[in-house]
């Protein structure tokens, strides 16, 4: 009897899977590859929301949070995949300085907003109203972190490159069977890919697909992640991904013209230097209606959870909530009515 079985390897997946690593679980993990949103991200974890300069939900204890998780991870895997990068907020005209400054002197944003006016010295870039900084930022090289990830797992037999096949989980009172094999718990963790799970699809994940183009710019060198119509986020080695889109039409992961048509045209509105487009990758993030994850156990069956809905700010809201999850299954912590799927129990 295995403690848990866990269905998909993404941010989430890996979120709690970490989790169960920590506190001594034994488990197997089920991926099968079919969606990206985890490995396409920016990757950047960012604790404000840029257009509306507010703070993101639960913002500093999630970062306070995800630094030592993400440091943690690399020290376990012997990798280098944190990268602490400036996010620059370009102002397009003196009224965003003002409401900028506005904000920053609301207390729970004066740890993560600059009051001071930054000035652009990047002759590859049209700034004329400055920056502003936001502190506690960084970039989590997500292709690397779950590469390895499944690497290491691989090497400890913990990971099944498969298909989860509902129809095949038998349901006991005190456990799950699942070809042959038990566990006391079963987690999905499936991002988008929720859609084709007969326990949880009633729940409202939308999905919102993002692309980015990343491009070669030799002229560029720049060091900070900058926000303007688009994010620039540096790669290293004159590399950059820009973007993100959002479309809520198109549920397929593949890279469209339409976007790279969007995203060339909105770089190209601050961007003075030449570059070329080397790459393009697509994801469907899991988005919700009410902009909160979806954590919580199955109505009828107390031994099912999801752990979904992280929606644009996986890196962050992640290991947040896997660790509230685990504390609501193993030590029964009550979750917030906020995260927790009985808020749409009328749905069923
Ligand atoms: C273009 C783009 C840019 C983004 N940028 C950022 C960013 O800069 N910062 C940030 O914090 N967030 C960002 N996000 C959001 C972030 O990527 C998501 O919040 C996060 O990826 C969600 O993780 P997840 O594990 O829930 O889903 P996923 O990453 O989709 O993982 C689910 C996993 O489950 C597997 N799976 C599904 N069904 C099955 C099945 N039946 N059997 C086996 N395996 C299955 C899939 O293959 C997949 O690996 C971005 C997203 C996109 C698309």
Redesign the pocket.
């Known amino acids: 009897m295995l403690d848990y079985f866990v ?8 979120s709690f899977v970490e989790e169960l690593e920590k506190n001594g679980k034994s488990f197997v993990v ?17 604790p404000v929301i840029l257009k509306r300069f507010t703070a993101a939900w639960k913002a500093l204890e999630q970062v306070e949070n995800a630094f030592s998780f993400y440091k943690n991870i690399e020290k376990k895997l012997n990798i280098s995949i944190l990268i602490e990068v400036p996010v620059l907020r370009r102002f397009n005209a003196v009224e965003e300085q003002n409401t900028w400054f506005e904000a920053a002197d609301k207390p729970i944003l004066t740890d993560l907003l600059s009051t001071e006016l930054i000035p652009n010295k990047n002759q590859a870039l049209d700034i004329p109203y400055q920056y502003g900084k936001v502190k506690n930022t960084g ?1 989590i090289d ?1 292709e690397k972190l ?1 590469t390895s990830y499944i690497n290491y797992l691989k090497d400890k037999d913990s990971i099944l490159n ?5 129809d095949s989980l038998v349901i006991q009172k005190d456990y799950v069977e699942y070809k042959g094999q038990r566990a006391r718990n079963i987690i999905f ?6 859609v ?2 007969t326990f949880f699809n009633y729940l409202p994940i939308h999905g ?5 183009i990343i491009i070669k710019c030799d002229k560029l060198k720049l060091s900070e992640a900058v926000k303007s119509s688009v ?1 620039i ?1 540096p790669l290293g080695n004159d590399y950059y991904k820009v ?3 959002y479309n809520n039409k198109d549920k397929t992961s593949a890279i469209t013209d339409e976007a790279k048509k969007e995203l060339q045209e909105k770089l190209e509105r601050f961007l003075r230097a030449e570059y070329t487009v080397e790459d393009q ?6 988005t919700t209606k009410d902009r909160k994850p979806m954590v919580g156990s199955h109505p009828e069956h107390q031994n099912i959870h999801i ?12 290991p947040y909530v896997a660790k509230k999850l685990y504390d609501y299954i193993e030590y029964q912590k009550p979750l917030d009515g906020e995260i927790n799927i009985s808020r749409f129990k009328n749905l069923r």
Do not use: W
Not at 33 to 40: G, L, T
Not at 208 to 212: I, P
Not at 281 to 286: F, K, M, Q
């Open positions: 269905v998909g390897l993404g941010l989430a997946g890996m089920y991926e099968n590859y079919s969606q990206k949103s985890s490995r396409v991200a920016g990757g950047l974890y960012n970039r997500t779950l498969e298909s989860f096949n509902y963790t499936e991002g988008y890919g929720v084709n799970n919102n697909k993002g692309e980015y994010f986020i973007g993100a889109t990758v697509a994801g469907i993030r899991p752990l979904n809905g992280l929606g644009s700010r996986g890196i962050l809201i992640g």
